[in-house]
């Protein structure tokens, strides 16, 4: 520690652009009205295929996509039977805890199949009118919920159907990190100055505040931002949730709500110029939204791990540290993050 | 080599020789006993359900937890004594040598 590495910082054939696992927490898989009761579908996401499929219930499950017994890939030509899954080789069945609730031919059924559950499933919630996962690499159960956003779930009091869904060829903590990079919002957005921020780290939890209330938001593990943009005393609400395709492709996925203001008014459209600026350029606005500005660094640049930071940069490696907390890998890997 | 002597479900009485160190399900399976041994060894199918002469219950490990689920699941249709073992949980090797065992009856 202490001393800067000069031979890192002159040589960048070494460093990767994405050494980062897939970062355990809760996801967005879809949205629930794009999955019918009976529905089977195959998603790729957290760097593999799994089989999405709603029950005739409603329930829905996310399983990998190779049935335990023989390997079939129960995504092509499986199909949904009651609450389970039906493997299309010899009709097993799986619930969307991925227990194997029927063998058709065989008298005894394995004795572990009583005891556990054999086909691996993501624990699965719907909220927020989506489908949500939790992934983690060593299948453990979720160690946190997710939180009641009054901006999408309130029945009333709020509007916005906006949305908008974006490609970047980089890990998500890279996404993140420049949430807390304040000095890039000067140089890359073209703001008018580095704005004053606050970061705070709790649990899985970060608080930012950024330019005395201009923008109020808060990450919930690396899966879901919610930030509230007020000006003028008019606030509107970006949803964030941003989905692990790979290890080196992410999927940004956002929602933009506000206060349902009455049609012609100041407020609507102060905070529809807010949305449009969250997304974009909007008009008269000084500084660039993210879509113009950030995609051409996140898809080409490499990842430091120990980088040459000055003061005046905002709390990259507080962050780091809070981030790694949803690694789960072996030391070596851990150690190139 | 180590031994085992075995009596089919017709009746006939063997004895067998195999490799020190073998599971006795695949030796039986392999001199077409009756044993089918369909899972290769993971208390999952019961094909391999023998039942130990009683000199020979106490000279065998425990059971494990899935093997005894497995016979406990066995019993709805075959008959389960004292010695009732699924062979695959069973190797064949020097302590073993000279087992006597039958096989049970298809599920």
């Avoid at chain 1, 399983?63 to 995504?75: E, M």
């Avoid at chain 1, 097993?92 to 005894?108: A, L, M, N, Q, S």
């Amino acid at each position: 520690m202490g001393a800067i590495n000069l031979q890192q910082l002159l040589e960048s054939q070494q460093l990767e652009r994405c050494p980062f696992p897939i970062p355990a927490g809760w996801f967005h898989v879809d949205f629930s009205e794009n999955l019918a009761k009976e529905e089977i579908r195959n998603v790729y996401i957290f760097g593999q295929e799994w089989v999405l499929f709603r029950s005739e219930s409603g329930q829905v499950g996310m399983t990998d996509p190779y049935c335990p017994h023989l390997g079939a890939h129960i995504g092509h030509g499986g199909k949904v039977v009651g609450e389970n899954i039906r493997c299309p080789f010899h009709h097993w069945e799986y619930d969307t805890e991925g227990w194997c609730k029927k063998i058709p031919y065989g008298k005894v059924a394995p004795p572990i199949t009583k005891k556990q559950a054999i086909l691996r499933t993501l624990p699965v919630v719907e909220k927020y009118g989506m489908i949500w996962a939790w992934y983690h690499p060593k299948c453990e159960a979720p160690s946190w919920e997710l939180p009641y956003i009054p901006a999408i779930e309130d029945e009333s009091g709020w509007t916005g159907d906006r949305k908008g869904s974006w490609t970047a060829h980089t890990a998500i903590q890279e996404i993140a990190e420049n949430g807390v990079d304040f000095a890039h919002l000067k140089f890359l957005h073209g703001a008018e100055a580095i704005p004053p921020a606050e970061v705070n780290f709790d649990g899985h939890i970060i608080d930012i505040n950024m330019a005395n209330g201009y923008i109020v938001g808060r990450g919930y593990g690396p899966g879901l931002n919610i930030f509230e943009f007020t000006q003028n005393g008019v606030s509107a609400t970006m949803i964030s949730y941003t989905q692990p395709i790979d290890v080196d492709k992410s999927q940004m996925n956002m929602s933009f709500r506000h206060k349902d203001y009455p049609e012609g008014s100041q407020e609507l459209m102060i905070a529809k110029k807010i949305v449009d600026h969250m997304i974009g350029e909007a008009e008269g606005e000084e500084s660039a939204g993210f879509e113009s500005v950030d995609f051409i660094v996140w898809n080409h640049k490499k990842y430091r791990p120990n980088p040459l930071l000055c003061d005046g940069d905002g709390p990259v490696l507080q962050f780091r540290k809070w981030f790694k907390q949803f690694y789960v890998a072996d030391e070596d890997t851990l150690a190139k993050i | 080599m180590a031994q085992v002597h075995v009596t089919t479900r017709e009746g006939e009485v063997r004895t067998l020789e195999a490799e020190g160190g073998s599971p006795l399900m695949e030796v039986l399976r392999d001199a077409s006993t009756g044993v089918e041994g369909t899972c290769g060894g993971m208390c999952s199918c019961g094909t391999c359900h023998v039942y130990v002469v009683d000199e020979w219950v106490a000279r065998l490990p425990e059971r494990s937890e899935d093997e005894a689920m497995m016979l406990e699941a066995l019993e709805d249709f075959v008959e389960l004594r004292p010695g009732s073992r699924l062979a695959c949980q069973i190797v064949l090797d020097d302590d073993t040598s000279g087992i006597t065992v039958e096989i049970a009856p298809a599920a």
